[in-house]
Nanobody, 116 residues
């Protein structure tokens, strides 16, 4: 059974950092691209970052470019999102995602709150 489990969220002050993790199981992780999405209260879910299966190519939303870094460790079946210089507008539930066999798969999400 495919599972995606996020962790690492929490409360952080503006300007601070957090590192999110997404542990994957139930599929061949190293074959598939992965994504981080986020959803703030009252807003639609938005794509934050993507990474190809090898990790060689990454893409970011303009709002996080230069502050967030997506990475993966295929030996550990884990994806990461390093978030630096956090802003209040980064407050959201963060989800990891993959698309395979014509289906979108999501984790349960991890809450990130940026507030003083």
């Amino acid at each position: 059974q495919l599972q995606l489990v996020e962790s690492g969220g929490g409360l952080v002050q503006p300007g601070g950092s957090l590192r999110l993790s997404c542990a994957a199981s139930g599929f061949t992780f190293s074959v598939y691209s992965m994504r981080w999405y986020r959803q703030a209260p009252g807003k639609e879910r938005e794509l934050v970052a993507t990474i190809t299966n090898t990790g060689r190519t990454t893409n970011y939303a303009d709002s996080v470019k230069g502050r967030f870094t997506i990475s993966r460790d295929n030996a550990k079946n884990t994806m990461y999102l390093q978030m630096n210089s956090l802003k209040p507008e980064d407050t959201a539930i963060y989800y990891c995602n993959t698309f395979l066999r014509s289906n979108n798969y999501w984790g349960q999400g991890t809450q990130v709150t940026v507030s003083s």
